[in-house]
C-alpha cells in the first residue's frame, strides 16, 4: 500500500479566546513537542489546526496529528476531514 496525503483540521478544545502572545505560545508547544507541519488559525472561537499528512491510512494520519496534539498537551474536540481525502467506493 502506497502512502498518500490527507488533509483534514482539527480542533482543540477549552480556548475560548486568544490573544497574540497565547496564539504564539499554542504555536511554540506544538513545535517543541515535534508538531511542526499544523497551520493554526482561530476561527468562531475554535482554535484550528490544519493538516496535510502523508500516511498509509487517514486512520493512520488523524492518529499520529492527534498523538501530536496530546504531547503539545491540548485535546481536540472534534476533526473535519476534507472530502478529496475520504476513501472512494470503488464502481463495479
Same mark, same amino acid.
Given at each position: 500500500?502506497?502512502?498518500?496525503?490527507?488533509?483534514?483540521?482539527?480542533?482543540?478544545?477549552?480556548?475560548?479566546?486568544?490573544?497574540?502572545?497565547?496564539?504564539?505560545?499554542?504555536?511554540?508547544?506544538?513545535?517543541? !513537542?515535534?508538531?511542526?507541519?499544523?497551520?493554526?488559525?482561530?476561527?468562531?472561537?475554535?482554535?484550528?489546526?490544519?493538516?496535510?499528512?502523508?500516511?498509509?491510512?487517514?486512520?493512520?494520519?488523524?492518529?499520529?496529528?492527534?498523538?501530536?496534539?496530546?504531547?503539545?498537551?491540548?485535546?481536540?474536540?472534534?476533526? !473535519?476531514?476534507?472530502? !478529496?481525502?475520504?476513501?472512494?467506493?470503488?464502481?463495479?
Amino acid at each position: 500500500m502506497l502512502e498518500q496525503e490527507f488533509d483534514f483540521t482539527l480542533i482543540l478544545s477549552g480556548i475560548d479566546e486568544i490573544t497574540d502572545q497565547l496564539f504564539d505560545e499554542i504555536e511554540a508547544r506544538f513545535v517543541q !513537542s515535534g508538531c511542526d507541519d499544523g497551520m493554526f488559525s482561530y476561527s468562531r472561537n475554535k482554535m484550528q489546526v490544519t493538516f496535510c499528512r502523508t500516511a498509509l491510512s487517514l486512520e493512520d494520519a488523524l492518529r499520529k496529528a492527534i498523538g501530536d496534539v496530546q504531547r503539545a498537551d491540548f485535546v481536540v474536540s472534534e476533526a !473535519s476531514i476534507r472530502s !478529496s481525502s475520504l476513501p472512494r467506493p470503488e464502481l463495479v
